[in-house]
């Protein structure tokens, strides 16, 4: 089914997946509050507490689940008094089990991960997405950007989620990521286990990086990201 656009899709394995993570963590954690991405889609408004929250996209990269890329996972990130405690993301086909806590490091299949400290952009592998709005205004900054950096970097990657892409920063794998227009869920966990990896996460014009502004850069150093910053041209999408 498409939800936002005819290029934003929603699966009965979205569905099922959001259900059972948020039956199963219910029954431990009765008092828990939850943000789903298939939750919020059909209406239940966004609104992070104070209170214990799970953060969840049941699929993250659900254009590649459709089409068998196998760049896709499942994203969960628990947040305490606004502050996130865990972050896991698990792309099943390729058996990847990205994980951190705070304080203890990050993780892929239980080793532990670091970023590959580059500073420099011009050194860079950037992680940026196309994404699936169709506001003429989102695409145009979109193709700036991607127009504008490809002479300043190394290269430009996408593997169609957020999640994944912040994953291969905290992995070393890449340098960068950045992204207008993702959601809360599509960045909880990959966001504390780049920082966890030993990188940064900020708002992509330069400030303090905001879980729900739907705007995310993640980089290995922040030399890098604040050099990232300056270039970009800005979009500011409504937020969750
Ligand atoms: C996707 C993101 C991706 C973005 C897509 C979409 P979904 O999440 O991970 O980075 O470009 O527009 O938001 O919808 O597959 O969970």
Redesign the pocket.
């Known amino acids: 089914m498409t939800?936002t656009c005819e290029?934003?899709?929603?699966t009965e394995w979205?569905q099922k997946v959001e259900k059972l993570l948020i039956d199963g963590i219910s029954s431990k954690f009765p008092d828990h509050k939850f943000i789903g991405?298939e939750g919020s889609s059909l209406g239940n408004k966004v609104e992070l507490t104070d209170a214990p929250t799970w953060i969840i996209?049941?699929?993250?990269?659900?254009?590649?689940?459709v089409h068998t890329l196998p760049h896709?996972c499942i994203?969960i990130a628990l947040v305490i008094n606004k502050v996130t405690e865990i972050g896991v993301v698990y792309n099943p086909i390729l058996e990847q089990l990205f994980s951190a806590r705070r304080g203890q490091g990050a993780f892929l299949n239980g080793a532990p991960i670091s970023v590959s400290g580059e500073k420099e952009l011009r050194k860079a592998l950037v992680m940026m997405?196309?994404?699936?709005?169709r506001d003429p205004e989102k695409m145009k900054v979109v193709l700036e950007n991607a127009n504008n950096l490809i002479s300043q970097v190394h290269g430009i990657r996408?593997?169609?989620?957020?999640?994944?892409?912040m994953c291969m920063v905290a992995l070393g794998g890449a340098d960068v990521s950045f992204?207008f227009?993702?959601?809360a869920?599509?960045?909880a966990a990959g966001d504390i286990i780049v920082r966890e990896a030993g990188g940064v996460c900020i708002d992509p014009a330069g400030g303090s990086f905001d879980l729900m502004s739907r705007r995310a850069l993640c980089a290995s150093t922040s030399e890098l990201a604040q050099e990232l910053a300056i270039v970009l041209v800005q979009y500011y999408p409504e937020r969750d």
């Open positions: 939800k290029v934003d899709l929603v979205d991405e996209d049941p699929i993250d990269g659900t254009m590649n689940f896709t994203s997405e196309m994404g699936t709005s996408s593997l169609g989620s957020a999640a994944l892409n992204e227009g993702i959601h869920w599509d960045v």
